[in-house]
Nanobody, 125 residues
Framework: QVQLVESGGGLVQAGGSLRLSCAASGSTFGSYNMGWFRQAPGKEREFVAAISRSGGTTRYAIAVKGRFTISRDNYKSTVYLQMNSLEPEDTAVYYC??????????????????WGQGTQVTVSS
């Protein structure tokens, strides 16, 4: 089992940047595909980005591709989400998650076993 704790959220103006971090407990971080999802008020949680166990493969939602970058440091058991050119539509609670099972990067919630509590990102116009 792994516990995930997100940090780095906050309030930023449109066009600005934020870097989210997700620290994982346990010694098996490198055995998980990692993902980020987000949930805006009144909307369903949606996929943002995912990264493979080695960090060699990434996947992005169309809405964030070219603006967001997912990365990981397996020595620090941490996954990051660098968010640039933020837009008011990016306002949401951002969740980190871990998938111990699949051999590919999933874009659906059901693929991820472990979830953090979320961190709020608010982008003002």
């Amino acid at each position: 089992q792994v516990q995930l704790v997100e940090s780095g959220g906050g309030l930023v103006q449109a066009g600005g940047s934020l870097r989210l971090s997700c620290a994982a407990s346990g010694s098996t971080f490198g055995s998980y595909n990692m993902g980020w999802f987000r949930q805006a008020p009144g909307k369903e949680r949606e996929f943002v980005a995912a990264i493979s166990r080695s960090g060699g493969t990434t996947r992005y939602a169309i809405a964030v591709k070219g603006r967001f970058t997912i990365s990981r440091d397996n020595y620090k058991s941490t996954v990051y989400l660098q968010m640039n050119s933020l837009e008011p539509e990016d306002t949401a609670v951002y969740y980190c998650c871990a998938d111990p099972r699949l051999s590919y990067l999933a874009g659906t919630e059901s693929a991820y076993y472990y979830w953090g509590q979320g961190t709020q990102v608010t982008v003002s116009s």
